[in-house]
T-cell receptor
Framework: AQSVTQLGSHVSVSEGALVLLRCNYS??????LFWYVQYPNQGLQLLLK??????LVKGINGFEAEFKKSETSFHLTKPSAHMSDAAEYFC????????????FGRGTSLIVHP | DAGITQSPRYKITETGRQVTLMCHQT?????MFWYRQDLGHGLRLIYY???????DKGEVPDGYVVSRSKTENFPLTLESATRSQTSVYFC????????????FGQGTRLTVV
């Protein structure tokens, strides 16, 4: 079985500060990992994904995430927060060889203060 | 326009009524999904479909029915709506599954009174 845990339902940062959103997964087989963003009253859209190869993945809007197998983590970072980054962020896992259906975390709401 | 569209965007219905949420995609993606989004629970899978006429239950299927007679459409029906089904419903589609991204509709906010 696969699962995703996002630590912190809310994360608050100041504009210009580092953004760090945490995601830990469990999977019995090598996983595929995703981060999605949801802006108010909209559907989810893909920020970035890890499938195979380079463990540091770059996405849209300056976000990146690093797959760390030893820590079963896929944390999302951005060096400098913008007001426009305020949104809900979801981590998802889809396990190769097992259940391919993506399982989502509960989401983290990013709040950006001026 | 290409994409995935849901209708209606907002719906209020009464307890016990049947209601159908529509989902249409223009990419001819094989896979389609229905999720519900609730505070504190994130996204939970209701049903999914790997192709026309192939559907399967997800994590929370009770009280819901789906069909997929055409590749592009994946309607979700609440047979007898209950207040616990008040939620935001998202339809999604993907070309494959595993390493391919899902594309989401804008959601339907359903209130059962």
């Amino acid at each position: 079985a696969q699962s995703v845990t996002q630590l912190g339902s809310h994360v608050s940062v100041s504009e210009g500060a580092l953004v760090l959103l945490r995601c830990n997964y469990s999977s019995s087989v090598p996983p595929y990992l995703f981060w999605y963003v949801q802006y108010p009253n909209q559907g989810l859209q893909l920020l970035l994904k890890y499938t195979t190869g380079a463990t540091l993945v770059k996405g849209i809007n300056g976000f990146e995430a690093e797959f760390k197998k030893s820590e079963t983590s896929f944390h999302l970072t951005k060096p400098s927060a913008h007001m426009s980054d305020a949104a809900e962020y979801f981590c998802a896992v889809s396990a190769s060889g097992g259940s391919y259906i993506p399982t989502f975390g509960r989401g983290t709401s990013l709040i950006v203060h001026p | 326009d290409a994409g995935i569209t849901q209708s209606p965007r907002y719906k209020i219905t009464e307890t016990g009524r049947q209601v159908t949420l529509m989902c249409h995609q223009t990419w001819s993606h094989s896979y389609m999904f229905w999720y519900r989004q609730d505070l504190g629970h994130g996204l939970r899978l209701i049903y999914y479909s790997a192709a026309a006429d192939i559907t399967d239950k997800g994590e929370v299927p009770d009280g819901y029915v789906v069909s997929r007679s055409k590749t592009e459409n994946f309607p979700l029906t609440l047979e007898s709506a209950t207040r616990s089904q008040t939620s935001v419903y998202f339809c999604a589609s993907s070309e494959g599954w595993g390493d391919t991204e899902a594309f989401f509709g804008q959601g339907t906010r359903l209130t059962v009174v």
